[in-house]
């Protein structure tokens, strides 16, 4: 599929649904990407736009990651949003944290493959192994290729040792190696038809979802979009489900703050009497996303 730039008309037309779900991934989508996942800060811009945005009617943002919900929620320290972490395991969308029973079992093993792979790769330089409790990642955005190449050995070494794996799947992404259980909640595609699903009527009512992503595992929630829905990558590759592209994370804090700007003219012209916003039941994009 082509993919196109964002125009003003498709901005509008997607800014004016009834009720708006805007999920948004968090590294490489609201941040860019950093060499280390801790230096990944909020600008203080986009904390001040997704505030706003937040608490306009008929709009319910949630932060979709494959970070850890505590690590997640810390990053964006902001109330009033639904968040997902570890790619959909753990979820926080109405003040309640949950988290998928079936991955709460296999933590134990994902405890033991972590530390046979700190063990394994302990003279790698620069390697990152994250125990994300529900899940875990290999980083090796800061190696050199002939490290990377030396990394990828033990990694399959190890994995082949692991007792466990037969619960488990690798899912690469931007210069990671994921490792997260098959079954349950675990990708974000999951995650956004739970969503979904935890909807009232009154919010389904008119709904346009709108998701932006820039990595694989994005793909995942723009696969389960709908015609009127909107899938927005981030970045230069073609390989993706997306029918939208935005080129960097600062485009997409000006997309965020365009669909402020229009939801609160639409209010003000409402409360004047000329409804701008309008319940129709259904969007006006009608394509695949
Ligand atoms: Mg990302």
Same mark, same amino acid.
């Given at each position: 599929?082509?993919?196109?730039?964002?125009?003003?008309?498709?901005?509008?037309?997607?800014?004016?649904?009834? +009720?708006?779900?805007?999920?948004?991934?968090?590294? %490489?989508?609201?941040?860019?990407?950093?060499?280390?996942?801790?230096? $990944? =800060?909020? #600008?203080?811009?986009? !904390?001040?736009?997704?505030?706003?945005?937040?608490?306009?009617?008929?709009?319910?943002?949630?932060?979709?990651?494959? !970070?850890?919900?505590?690590?997640?929620?810390?990053?964006?320290?902001?109330?009033?949003? %639904?968040?997902? %972490?570890?790619?959909?395991? *753990?979820?926080?969308?109405?003040? #309640?944290?949950?988290?998928?029973?079936? $991955?709460?079992?296999?933590?134990?093993?994902?405890?033991?493959?972590?530390? $046979?792979?700190?063990?394994?790769?302990?003279?790698?330089?620069?390697?990152?192994? *994250?125990?994300?409790?529900?899940?875990?990642?290999?980083?090796?955005? +800061?190696?050199?290729?002939?490290?990377?190449?030396?990394?990828?050995?033990?990694?399959?070494?190890?994995?082949? +040792?692991? /007792? $466990?794996?037969?619960?488990?799947?690798?899912?690469?992404?931007?210069?990671?190696?994921?490792?997260?259980?098959?079954?349950?909640?675990?990708?974000?595609?999951?995650?956004?038809?739970?969503?979904?699903?935890?909807?009232?009527?009154?919010?389904?009512?008119?709904?346009?979802?709108?998701?932006?992503?820039?990595?694989?595992?994005?793909?995942?929630?723009?696969?389960?979009?709908?015609?009127?829905?909107?899938?927005?990558?981030?970045? *230069? /590759?073609? =390989?993706?489900?997306? !029918?939208? =592209?935005? =080129?960097?994370?600062?485009?997409?804090?000006?997309?965020? *703050?365009?669909?402020? /700007?229009?939801?609160?003219?639409? /209010?003000?012209?409402?409360?004047? %009497?000329?409804?701008?916003?309008?319940?129709?039941? !259904?969007?006006?994009?009608?394509?695949?996303?």
């Amino acid at each position: 599929m082509t993919l196109r730039a964002l125009d003003d008309k498709t901005i509008h037309v997607v800014a004016s649904s009834p +009720n708006l779900l805007i999920c948004l991934d968090y590294d %490489g989508t609201l941040t860019p990407i950093v060499s280390r996942p801790f230096l $990944a =800060r909020l #600008h203080p811009r986009a !904390r001040i736009i997704l505030k706003k945005l937040s608490k306009m009617p008929g709009v319910k943002i949630v932060i979709m990651s494959g !970070r850890a919900l505590g690590d997640l929620e810390k990053q964006v320290g902001l109330k009033g949003l %639904g968040y997902v %972490g570890n790619h959909g395991l *753990e979820r926080n969308l109405g003040g #309640h944290p949950e988290i998928d029973s079936h $991955a709460i079992q296999l933590r134990g093993f994902i405890l033991k493959l972590t530390d $046979a792979l700190k063990r394994a790769m302990k003279n790698v330089p620069a390697v990152l192994i *994250e125990n994300k409790t529900y899940s875990a990642t290999v980083h090796y955005r +800061n190696l050199s290729p002939s490290a990377v190449a030396k990394a990828r050995r033990i990694f399959r070494d190890v994995w082949s +040792n692991f /007792s $466990a794996k037969i619960f488990f799947k690798i899912r690469p992404g931007k210069k990671v190696w994921e490792i997260r259980p098959r079954r349950g909640c675990s990708d974000k595609g999951r995650a956004l038809q739970l969503i979904l699903r935890s909807l009232t009527p009154a919010q389904r009512k008119g709904l346009t979802t709108v998701c932006v992503g820039d990595d694989k595992t994005d793909e995942d929630a723009f696969a389960v979009l709908r015609r009127s829905d909107v899938a927005i990558y981030v970045g *230069e /590759s073609q =390989r993706t489900m997306a !029918r939208y =592209r935005l =080129r960097e994370t600062g485009a997409v804090l000006d997309l965020l *703050e365009k669909i402020k /700007s229009i939801r609160q003219k639409a /209010s003000r012209v409402q409360s004047g %009497g000329k409804p701008l916003i309008k319940s129709t039941g !259904r969007s006006k994009l009608g394509r695949k996303p």
